[in-house]
């Protein structure tokens, strides 16, 4: 029973829109992951390298940390595909000092986020043959208490190379 709980739950969070909607009308924002060298992520043992996109889906200009969502990066979750177990990788402490660096996107406009999930991150957690899904997650409010963040995800399938 608390497994399928537990796989219900996965399932519930990557049917979540990876989008966040701002506190002014028509301001949205869509988060997407993308491996570099194709969907789905091959892993072979190598540094996997992402790109992390924020697009203004909206009709009006919203201002994001930009500055602290580079430096600090997201939090990462590895989920295990096959069992169902779940990692939170490690981010270090908040780089604070760049919360109040505003910069607006305007509507229709994205920036990309180069990101990299090291291979001994996976090869430590991951069962044979590697089924995973990082799911990347980014608070647009990050200097707001927890109950006020807007927290935007992005799921990311990683399997092993020349399975997919």
């Known amino acids: 029973m608390h497994r399928y709980v537990f796989f219900l739950t996965i399932f519930l969070l990557l049917l979540l829109p990876a989008s966040a909607f701002g506190g002014e009308p028509g301001v949205m924002i869509e988060f997407r992951a993308r491996c570099v060298e ?8 190598e540094m996997i390298e992402v790109e992390l ?10 201002g994001l940390p930009i500055a602290y969502f580079r430096g600090q990066g997201p939090r990462v979750i590895l989920v295990d595909n096959h069992s169902g177990k779940e990692k ?35 090869d430590a957690f991951a069962l044979r043959p590697v089924d995973v899904t990082a799911v990347f997650v980014f ?4 200097r707001s208490p927890y109950a006020e963040s807007q927290f935007i995800r992005a799921p990311l399938r990683i399997v092993a190379a020349g399975t997919q």
């Open 38 to 45: 194709g969907n789905p992520c091959q892993f072979s043992g």
């Open 88 to 122: 939170r990788l490690g981010m270090g402490p908040p780089m604070s000092d760049l919360f109040d660096e505003i910069q607006e996107l305007a509507p229709g406009k994205s920036i990309k986020i180069p990101w990299m999930v090291a291979p001994d991150e996976i």
């Open 53 to 62: 996109e924020l697009f203004n889906a909206g009709s009006t200009a919203i």
């Open 139 to 142: 608070d647009l409010m990050p």
